[in-house]
Nanobody, 125 residues
Framework: QVQLVESGGGSVQAGGSLRLSCSVS????????LAWFRQAPGKEREEVAG???????NYAESVKGRFTISKDNAKNTLYLQMNSLKPEDTAMYYC???????????????????RGQGTQVTVSS
């Protein structure tokens, strides 16, 4: 059974940085797509960034230039480096994965069958 466990969330002031980690276990090989989603209170869940098996990435416009997604295949760990954080980045952050090469990595939550429980990020002004 595939398990994804996030860590690294917390509270930070605007302009600060955090690095989220997501440990992936229970899967042989590497997933086609690993991604970070977030959901703020009263808002829809949105994909923040995705990274494919070949290392190519995609980002939401709102985080381009500030967030960096990466992965360490040897450690089966996904990361999200978040810099220049803003209050509007406050949300629960989730990692997710799918292994469907026919699906885009920039996809909706429904297309990701493997999901973590989330880690809270709070940015104060």
């Amino acid at each position: 059974q595939v398990q994804l466990v996030e860590s690294g969330g917390g509270s930070v002031q605007a302009g600060g940085s955090l690095r989220l980690s997501c440990s992936v276990s229970g899967y042989r090989g590497s997933m086609y797509c690993l991604a970070w989603f977030r959901q703020a209170p009263g808002k829809e869940r949105e994909e923040v960034a995705g990274i494919r098996r070949d290392g190519t990435t995609n980002y939401a416009e709102s985080v381009k230039g500030r967030f960096t997604i990466s992965k360490d295949n040897a450690k089966n760990t996904l990361y999200l480096q978040m810099n220049s954080l803003k209050p509007e980045d406050t949300a629960m952050y989730y990692c997710a994965a799918h292994d469907f090469s026919f699906l885009s990595c920039a996809a909706t939550w429904a297309n990701f069958p493997h999901r973590g429980q989330g880690t809270q990020v709070t940015v104060s002004s």
